[in-house]
């Protein structure tokens, strides 16, 4: 990777062929922001979580997510979820670690995740040595009830996104 490509937090990839889809061994979606007990499920991760059901449904594919996209919808049949509920924030580095601990078969992945949030993590798997296909997320909200403040919009995630880009880089996560 090109380090100037970190600078570029405003450019979305594009989503990869449909049809190649049905070449994957698995479905891996990634939370975006928090909420609390009385409100665990967000807007953002409530997106998240009806894409990632659609894809199992027309895929037939196994799912990996961390709980607050599990707990979207219980009839998610998840194959494994990273973190007990309200764990302390883990970072996407250390979400594709427990991953690849629990299922290091899965080796081409189709990444779902909000659509300023997807190309680091994009960055994160391919760099485990994950073979990233995407789906269009380009519907995904924000959540401005979020309980994390830089999940709330997209001006400020932007500048949070470009830091998180560079202590990435720095620590050769991505």
Known sequence: MKFLQLFKVWKRPVPSPVEDFSKVDAVIAIPFGSHNESQPVGRSNASIAALLISLH????????????????????PCEVIVGPRFAPHITTPEFFAAIKMARPEWKTIILVAHPDHIQRCVWTAEKMSYK???????????DPASSQWWCRGRAVFLFWELAARLVCWWKGWI
Do not use: K, M
Request: with cysteine; hydrophobic share 45%; net charge negative.
């Open 132 to 142: 990233v296909l995407i789906p269009d997320v380009s519907t995904i909200p924000y």
């Open 57 to 76: 449904i027309r895929f037939n594919l196994p799912i990996g997510t961390q709980w607050e996209i599990a707990e979207c919808n219980q009839a998610i």
